[in-house]
């Protein structure tokens, strides 16, 4: 995967996202370096799942700009898909295939060569522990498995910045581990940038480089986990 020209993996200056006269993301300045883990916190209805829907290209902003591995979300949208994987809050899984079968055709979305794409699949599924439920319906999954198949399938094409849309909503303490370690390999052994939304103290303080907190569409404190822990609790 080619770099980009921008050295931040995420900026965004006075990003704003208004819907019927209702500002859900108001004036939002952020700056995500490459191979971080970038927590944003907040609670539900606070901006974090628009915020992210406009850096995957999936909203318009209405106002300010973003841009994402360098390239523009609005004038560049194409540029920036390429180079982003994303597991947001739904996953977009088919109960009628097989894990192995969704995989597959991730890769041939992403222009993955054939002769690569069994090799591929079978690397991803050792890297999740699902190598042994690849060829069974996704309909037999738990939800911590639906959850991890999501994740990789976001994976399929070594993305240079990977969105996690509250990852871990709904499941089990032993599944929530499992993602976070995911996480943290996907991070320290790939130097793969993330994006990571949540609701979750704990989630942001065991995995997050940097955390901000918005609320109410505006960031309203920003900086280490440590540092907000002293500074407002």
């Given at each position: 995967?080619?770099?980009?020209?921008d050295g931040a993996a995420v900026r965004t200056e006075g990003l704003v996202r208004q819907f019927n006269g209702l500002t859900a993301v108001d004036n939002v300045d952020l700056t995500i370096e490459r191979g971080e883990i970038y927590g944003f916190l907040g609670p539900n209805g606070a901006g974090k799942t628009t915020t992210v829907r406009m850096l995957c290209t999936l909203l318009a902003p209405t106002g300010g700009s973003a841009t994402v591995a360098g390239f523009d979300?609005?004038?560049?949208?194409g540029e920036v898909r390429l180079r982003i994987g994303a597991a947001l809050q739904e996953a977009a899984l088919d109960p009628k295939q097989?894990?192995?079968?969704?995989?597959?055709l991730q890769g041939l979305l992403y222009g993955l060569p054939k002769s690569a794409?069994?090799?591929?699949v079978d690397e991803?599924?050792?890297?999740i522990d699902l190598t042994d439920a690849l060829d069974r319906p996704i309909s037999t999954y738990s939800g911590?498995?639906?959850?991890r198949l999501d994740l990789v399938a976001a994976l399929v094409h070594n993305p240079e910045i990977l969105f996690l849309d509250e990852p871990t909503t709904g499941l089990?303490?032993?599944?929530?581990?499992?993602?976070?370690?995911?996480?943290?390999?996907?991070?320290?052994?790939?130097?793969?940038?993330?994006?990571?939304t949540t609701q979750y103290?704990?989630?942001?303080?065991?995995?997050a480089h940097r955390v901000g907190i918005i609320n109410d569409g505006r960031l309203v404190a920003e900086g280490t986990p440590d540092d907000l822990k002293h500074s407002i609790g």
């Open positions: 995967m080619c770099t980009s020209p979300v609005a004038a560049q949208p097989t894990g192995r079968e969704l995989l597959r794409m069994a090799r591929r991803l599924g050792e890297l911590g498995m639906k959850r089990d303490p032993v599944s929530r581990t499992g993602v976070w370690a995911e996480v943290r390999r996907l991070n320290e052994q790939l130097g793969m940038t993330v994006f990571l103290l704990e989630e942001a303080d065991e995995l």
